[in-house]
C-alpha cells in the first residue's frame, strides 16, 4: 500500500541552507539564541552545554539539535580534550505534528545520544560539508542543502519509531560490518609502515575503538591488532627475501617498529626463529 506523498511534513522538504561550520572549543562562548535551527555534531572530545538553564556535559558521539530561542552556550571544560564541534544552520521546514520551523521529538530533549551508525554517516555529511565549503565549486549551495537535507531525515529516522520490515535473506547491519572490516583491512595495507592504533582507526572512521574490536573479530576471527601484526610479519619476510643488504633495524622501520628488538621478538613468536636465522636459512 502507498503512502502519502508527504509522509513526514506538509509540503516538500525544502529547508533554506543557512552555513555550516566546524570549530575546537578553546574557549566558553556567550549564551545566545537564533531564529533558526541548528544541529551541532561533537566529532571529537568532551565539553559541556548550557541549554536553556541545564548544564549537559557532552563527548564525541553526542548531537545536540537547538531549535529558535533555545538559549545555549557552549562551554570549555576540557582542556587535555577539547570538543570539536560541527554546526549546521537552517530555517523553513515543517514536520507533520510539529510546530513550524521547529524539530522536537517525542523525547522533548535537545541533546541527543544516537547509535553509531547514526553518528557515522552523520559525520561522514558534516565531512564532506567542510570539503564542499572549502572547495566552493559551482553549485556549492545545492550540494550542502542536499546533505543538509540527509542529515535532517537521518536525525528524524533515528528520533521516530518505525515498523520493522524483515526481509529475507537480507541483513543491512550485517553488510554493514562488512563494508567496515572492508575499510579496516585497507588501512593496514595502506599505513602498515606506519604508526597504527586502535585509537587512531576508530578516530579516522568515527567509531569506537570497542565497535571496530568486536565486528572485525566478527568477521574476521581475529582483533585488528593481531590481524595488523600477521600482515607486517608476511611484509617483513617478504623484504628479508628481496632485500638482502637491509639491516633487521631498517626491516623493522619499514613494516612499522622502531624497535628492532621488538620486531625480532614478534617475528621469532610469529615464525619460530628470528629475523637474522630466518635471512640465514635462505641465503645457506
Not at 25 to 33: A, D, G, I, V
Not at 143 to 161: D, F, G, N, P, V
Request: glycine share 4%.
Amino acid at each position: 500500500m502507498c503512502q502519502a506523498q508527504y509522509d513526514i511534513t506538509y509540503e516538500d522538504l525544502n529547508p533554506t541552507f543557512l552555513f555550516v561550520f566546524q570549530t575546537q572549543r578553546l574557549k566558553t562562548e556567550h549564551p545566545h539564541s537564533h531564529d533558526f535551527i541548528e544541529i551541532v555534531l561533537i566529532l571529537d572530545g568532551e565539553g559541556e552545554f548550557y541549554l536553556d538553564g541545564a548544564l549537559c556535559p557532552v563527548r564525541k558521539g553526542d548531537i545536540l539539535l537547538l531549535n529558535p530561542g533555545t538559549v545555549h552556550q557552549s562551554r570549555f571544560t576540557h582542556p587535555e580534550s577539547p570538543a570539536l564541534e560541527f554546526y549546521a544552520a537552517f530555517t523553513n521546514v515543517h514536520f507533520r505534528n510539529m510546530e513550524e520551523n521547529r524539530i522536537c521529538f517525542s523525547s522533548a530533549s535537545s541533546l541527543i545520544h544516537p547509535k553509531e551508525k547514526t553518528f557515522l554517516s552523520l559525520s561522514r555529511l558534516a565531512a564532506e560539508m567542510n570539503v564542499e565549503t572549502e572547495q566552493a565549486h559551482p553549485g556549492r549551495y545545492f550540494m550542502l542543502k542536499s546533505c543538509l537535507m540527509q542529515m535532517i531525515l537521518l536525525l528524524y529516522r533515528a528520533q521516530t519509531e518505525c515498523p520493522k520490515t524483515d526481509i529475507a535473506g537480507y541483513t543491512f547491519e550485517s553488510t554493514n560490518k562488512k563494508y567496515v572490516v572492508e575499510q579496516i583491512v585497507d588501512y593496514m595495507d595502506q599505513h602498515y609502515n606506519e604508526k597504527i592504533s586502535l585509537d587512531r582507526i576508530a578516530e579516522n572512521m568515527y567509531l569506537s575503538p570497542f565497535y571496530i574490536s568486536r565486528i572485525f573479530k566478527s568477521e574476521i576471527g581475529t582483533t585488528p591488532i593481531n590481524y595488523l601484526i600477521n600482515m607486517r610479519m608476511e611484509k617483513a619476510k617478504q623484504l628479508l627475501k628481496t632485500r638482502s643488504d637491509a639491516s633487521i633495524q631498517e626491516i623493522a622501520e619499514c613494516v612499522g617498529y622502531e624497535d628492532a628488538y621488538h620486531f625480532s621478538k614478534l617475528f621469532k613468536k610469529h615464525y619460530g626463529e628470528s629475523p637474522t636465522k630466518y635471512r640465514q636459512g635462505i641465503q645457506s
